[in-house]
């Protein structure tokens, strides 16, 4: 079993700060790279940030500047830290971990439940 759990989320007012965290766990070779999506009803999910386990990064056009992903590889766990938060980015954040079992296996998708993040006043 791999697990894969958000923690983090809450309510916070426009323009504060938050940090969510995704720490992998179980039966998992190697995490080849870790993302961070969001969902609001009636959208379609939405890639915030990606890492590597090299360190490169990538990040939605909406949050350049403001949001930073970062990992720690040894602890398989990544974060998410978000600062000047709009509305606009109240949504279920959703942690990815894209890896493999062993080290001939085919890599895979593994997600977690899902962390609230709400941004009002």
């Known amino acids: 079993q791999v697990q894969v759990v958000e923690s983090g989320g809450g309510l916070v007012q426009p323009g504060g700060s938050l940090r969510l965290s995704c720490a992998v766990s179980?039966?998992?070779?190697?995490?080849?790279?870790m993302r961070w999506y969001r969902q609001t009803p009636g959208k379609q999910r939405e890639l915030v940030a990606g890492?590597?386990?090299?360190?490169?990064?990538n990040y939605a056009d909406s949050v350049k500047g403001r949001f930073t992903i970062s990992r720690d590889n040894a602890k398989n766990t990544v974060y998410l830290q978000m600062n000047s938060l709009k509305p606009e980015d109240t949504a279920v954040y959703y942690c990815n971990a894209y890896g493999s079992r062993t080290y001939s296996s085919v890599p895979e998708d593994y997600w977690g439940q899902g962390t609230q993040v709400t941004v009002s006043s």
């Open positions: 890492t590597t386990k090299g360190g490169s990064t």
């Open positions: 179980g039966s998992i070779f190697s995490i080849y790279a």
